[in-house]
């Protein structure tokens, strides 16, 4: 069965540093992969998605991940956070031709300002 | 354009009791699913359907059933409500069939004494 670990549970940054959040998955296959925010009291909304090509991929709000797939990852950054970015932020995978999406655990990260 | 919409917001059953949550889509999706999200779990997949007519097990079923009512609702029973399924609950759907971002309700918090 796939699964999607994310290395930090809580992530406390001042505002304008650097984030960086990892995301590994153990599925072999093809894979698509996707970055989902959770800000307080709202649903999901996707940040950004992988499905092919490069593996540099950007997303809304200045965030972008990289896929290694040798590394089986698809680390989450952001140059300069914001408070407004003070949110969780999930990574999920699927398979190619795959329907059901498998969620991290989740990275809470407090931006302080 | 309401995208999904699940009813009710909040909830608060008795162990043993039974109630329905409910969901419907206004974006012609073809599959809908059904999450619940718990602290330091992330999101798991209880069923999701991938088209009207067809539903699937997920990760975590037990305890839970399904309708496809039809093409736009989706909902999701519990018939002998346990404290174990405290929770929030979350509805998606994607134009399906794979790999398709999936949009999200704002969710369901279940509390279950």
């Known amino acids: 069965a796939q699964s999607v670990s994310q290395h930090n549970h809580h992530v406390i940054l001042s505002e304008a540093a650097s984030l960086e959040l990892g995301c590994n998955y153990s599925?072999?296959?093809?894979?698509?992969l996707f970055w989902y925010v959770q800000y307080p009291g709202q649903h999901l909304q996707l940040l950004l998605k992988?499905?092919?090509?490069?593996?540099l991929v950007k997303g809304i709000k200045g965030f972008e991940a990289e896929f290694i797939k040798s590394k089986f990852s698809f680390n989450l950054r952001k140059p300069s956070v914001q408070w407004s970015d003070t949110a969780e932020y999930f990574c999920?995978?699927?398979?190619?031709?795959?329907?059901?999406?498998?969620f991290g655990a989740g990275t809470i990260l407090r931006v302080k300002s | 354009n309401a995208g999904v919409t699940q009813t009710p917001k909040f909830q608060v059953l008795k162990t043993g009791q039974s109630m329905t949550l409910q969901c419907a889509q206004d974006?012609?999706?073809?599959?809908m699913y059904w999450y619940r999200q718990d602290p330091g779990m992330g999101l798991r997949l209880i069923y999701y359907?991938?088209?009207?007519?067809?539903?699937d097990k997920g990760e975590v079923p037990n305890g839970y059933n399904v309708s496809r009512l039809n093409k736009r609702e989706f909902s999701l029973r519990l018939e002998s409500a346990a404290p174990s399924q405290t929770s929030v609950y979350f509805c998606?759907?994607?134009?399906?069939?794979?790999?398709?971002?999936?949009?999200f309700g704002n969710g369901t918090r279940l509390t279950v004494t």
């Open positions: 599925y072999g296959g093809t894979v698509n």
């Open positions: 359907s991938a088209s009207e007519g067809t539903t």
């Open positions: 974006m012609n999706h073809n599959s």
């Open positions: 998606a759907s994607n134009p399906g069939p794979y790999n398709s971002p999936l949009h």
């Open positions: 999920a995978v699927s398979r190619e031709y795959g329907n059901k999406l498998v």
């Open positions: 992988y499905f092919s090509g490069d593996p």
